[in-house]
């Protein structure tokens, strides 16, 4: 059995567990209060699936029920004017950051109707991708319910690095399930991403629940390479949150830093870690790594019974992910008296059998 050791919190402080609880082991238990319309992207728990190569700029392109042609594209002091114009809720852009307006002319060809909405759309370029942030687009907005055989044209306002070039737009639905949809256009001449197709191979580190990678050592499957960067328990977790987050904060300080189980409810306070994640997959346009890939594992490797998270602080793990894009971020659990090993089990996909363990204690 594995030994509970000491867990580094980012105050530089030990927090190990107490002695009396060695033989018991801890548990996932998701309370999040006030979480709203945290639907995650279409595909985002879906096998791995390649799409279409990105559309040519100004050419018409397929996804799925849709014809889809970008028709404009505004960038710098042109789309900061336009979109400052359309609304004074749009705030300017982040240093190092611009606006980039695209106008499209979309189709339905299917047989029924079918709803397009700005949080559709993302920004994908080399190294990164952007979803659509909540910007108020110029008028006529392409948002709305499109009959069988009618067009809509519009425009989606959104955010990318100012110094980005090879700008492509994303179109990964929120209504229209699976990945069968997905599309990515050129929105400017020769735009494409770089591909990152074998820039990692799957190794069988970590393959064995019994034998779990350590700490900052790296897990690689098909598609995704991961390892643990640091372990924060306890108290020290919730500091990490900003008072103004009360999507967990409102769970309150004892409940964050009970590692002892002081009222013998089971729960034995959090646990934050944080993951260093690569995309190493061949999809032209990155893919969406949810939060839900990350569960505790039980001492026969399946994903603890009703083990969930909390929501995390940022960075958040979870999202959009270029080809060959590394980034750090947090996912965190609740913990309990009775989970019976010190591993992490990490699953990119629900049908992926290519699963992982890494300890974190």
Same mark, same amino acid.
């Given at each position: 059995?594995?030994?509970i050791?000491?867990?580094t919190?980012?105050a ?5 567990v ?6 018991q082991? #801890?548990a996932?238990?998701?309370t999040?209060?006030?979480l ?5 992207? !279409?595909? &985002?728990?879906a096998?791995?699936?390649?799409i279409p190569?990105?559309?040519?700029y ?5 996804a ?18 336009? $979109?400052?114009? !359309?609304?004074?809720a749009?705030v300017?852009p982040?240093?190092? =950051?611009?606006?980039?307006v ?7 060809? *299917?047989?029924?109707?079918h709803?397009?909405?700005a949080?559709?759309f993302?920004?994908?370029?080399? *190294?990164?991708?952007?979803?659509? *942030?909540? #910007?108020? &687009?110029? =008028?006529? &907005?392409?948002? @709305?319910?499109?009959?069988p ?11 990318g ?5 090879? #700008?492509?737009l994303?179109?990964?639905?929120i209504?229209?399930s699976g990945?069968?949809a997905d599309?990515?256009?050129?929105l400017?001449? @020769?735009?494409t ?13 970590g393959s064995?629940?019994?034998?779990p990678v350590?700490?900052?050592d ?5 598609d995704?390479q991961?390892?643990? !960067?640091?372990?924060?328990v *306890?108290?020290?977790?919730?500091d990490l949150?900003?008072d103004s987050?009360?999507?967990?904060t409102?769970?309150?300080r004892?409940q964050?830093g009970?590692l ?8 034995a306070?959090?646990v934050?870690?944080? $993951? ?8 032209a346009?990155?893919a969406?790594l949810?939060a ?5 594992a039980q001492s ?9 998270? #909390? ?13 060959g ?5 947090? $996912?965190?659990?609740e913990?309990? $008296?009775?989970?019976d090993t =010190? ?7 629900r049908r ?8 974190i204690?």
């Amino acid at each position: 059995m594995i030994s509970i050791g000491t867990a580094t919190s980012s105050a530089g402080s030990g927090h190990g567990v107490a002695p009396r609880r060695r033989q018991q082991r #801890l548990a996932v238990l998701l309370t999040i209060l006030l979480l709203v319309g945290a639907a995650l992207p !279409a595909g &985002a728990v879906a096998a791995r699936q390649a799409i279409p190569a990105v559309v040519p700029y100004g050419q018409v392109g397929t996804a799925g029920p849709w014809q889809m042609q970008v028709t404009g594209v505004q960038t710098g002091d042109e789309a900061r004017a336009a $979109v400052t114009a !359309a609304s004074p809720a749009n705030v300017p852009p982040t240093e190092g =950051d611009q606006f980039v307006v695209v106008k499209l002319s979309v189709t339905n060809t *299917g047989d029924r109707p079918h709803r397009l909405d700005a949080a559709d759309f993302g920004l994908v370029g080399v *190294g990164w991708t952007r979803r659509a *942030g909540g #910007l108020v &687009a110029p =008028d006529p &907005a392409l948002t @709305g319910v499109v009959e069988p055989g009618a067009t809509l044209t519009g425009y989606v306002a959104l955010t990318g690095p100012a110094d980005a070039s090879a #700008l492509v737009l994303l179109y990964d639905s929120i209504t229209l399930s699976g990945t069968w949809a997905d599309a990515a256009f050129a929105l400017s001449d @020769g735009a494409t991403i770089a591909g990152a197709a074998g820039t990692g191979a799957a190794t069988e580190a970590g393959s064995d629940v019994g034998a779990p990678v350590a700490i900052h050592d790296p897990v690689a499957t098909a598609d995704w390479q991961v390892s643990v !960067a640091e372990v924060v328990v *306890g108290d020290p977790v919730y500091d990490l949150y900003p008072d103004s987050d009360y999507r967990t904060t409102a769970l309150g300080r004892s409940q964050a830093g009970d590692l002892g189980d002081a009222d013998g409810d089971g729960a034995a306070g959090w646990v934050a870690v944080r $993951v260093s994640v690569t995309y190493t997959g061949d999809r032209a346009t990155g893919a969406y790594l949810s939060a839900e890939a990350f569960t505790l594992a039980q001492s026969d490797g399946a994903p603890l019974p009703n083990g969930l998270f #909390l929501t995390a602080p940022d960075p958040e793990a979870e999202g959009w992910y270029a080809p060959g894009q590394a980034r750090e971020g947090w $996912v965190v659990f609740e913990i309990q $008296v009775d989970w019976d090993t =010190d591993a992490m089990r990490f699953e990119a996909h629900r049908r992926d059998a290519d699963v992982r363990y890494l300890l974190i204690y």
